[in-house]
């Protein structure tokens, strides 16, 4: 790792549809009690009362990243015609059968969201534990596309993004680790090298870990973003959205990321 990582540089791997690592995210969307690839339970029930509570009307909803499916199942028990989006099969398959096991008419589809279009059109659309801002520019305007395609008019897209505050429970940093066997990030020994980067002017955090085992090295890229309230909106705005209102209060003291989060509620232009 002699080079600095660069500005919104993305890796040819993905932690997402890796097969190994995604197991380990899977078990990590399914603890209850943690916040790591899926908030903690308490959370997660606040985040739908909250979103159940500002959206005009029990429709058709549209859930981006929803991941195995908790945030879809909870919508669904409240009466909306549930469709969850997730680029992880793995995470789909598993929101897919336990969907059926509880009886949940949800449709889960796996796909990329920023690459593909979604078909349908819906009342409302979420995209939950702030995975716009982990999308570089051209990223987020492609979302922001697909988004507005796929919902009515005044329509409502419902997500979160990290703050300033992110800063406070980040650090750069040039780290390395070696694993005498299996870990999150491998099946077998192998030595982890990890960057942390902070680019002032962008505000946003970039993180990269450079696995390296007997038989192969892959590379993982991370992006976080951060936003005030000026700023999202005003992304927003150049894309199709108004924003009518920001709640800052879902999210409490957690050991994994920031409790400095946003969550906005923008009606489509």
């Not at 943690?34 to 979103?51: E, F, H, M, P, Q």
């Not at 029990?58 to 680029?87: H, M, N, R, W």
């Not at 801002?133 to 008019?153: C, Y």
């Not at 400095?260 to 509620?265: P, Q, R």
Request: a negative charge.
């Amino acid at each position: 790792m002699n080079n600095r990582l660069s500005l919104y540089e993305r890796s040819k791997d993905f932690l997402w549809t890796d097969e190994y690592i995604s197991a380990n995210m899977l078990e990590a969307h399914l603890n209850p009690d943690i916040d790591a690839a899926s908030r903690n339970k308490k959370t997660i029930l606040k985040t739908v009362n909250w979103i159940d509570s500002v959206l005009p009307k029990k429709g058709s909803l549209l859930d981006l990243g929803c991941g195995p499916g908790l945030y879809a199942q909870e919508f669904s028990q409240k009466g909306y015609a549930v469709t969850g989006f997730d680029i992880s099969k793995r995470s789909i398959e598993y929101a897919i059968k336990s969907a059926q096991e509880k009886k949940l008419p949800i449709t889960y589809i796996n796909g990329d969201y920023i690459n593909s279009k979604v078909k349908g059109t819906f009342d409302a659309a979420v995209c939950i534990y702030c995975d716009f801002g982990a999308l570089i520019p051209s990223e987020q305007k492609a979302f922001l596309k697909n988004v507005h395609d796929a919902l009515k008019d005044d329509g409502v897209l419902i997500f979160d993004v990290f703050g300033f505050g992110l800063s406070s429970t980040k650090k750069e940093s040039r780290t390395w680790e070696y694993n005498d066997g299996p870990g999150f990030m491998s099946s077998t020994k192998h030595f982890i090298m990890s960057e942390v980067v902070f680019f002032e002017k962008e505000k946003v955090w970039g993180s990269r870990n450079i696995v390296s085992t007997e038989n192969s090295i892959k590379e993982y890229t991370t992006w976080d973003t951060m936003y005030d309230e000026d700023s999202i909106s005003a992304l927003l705005e150049k894309n199709g959205f108004t924003v009518q209102e920001i709640n800052t209060s879902l999210i409490s003291a957690n050991t994994f990321t920031s409790e400095d989060v946003l969550f906005i509620k923008a009606v489509k232009k």
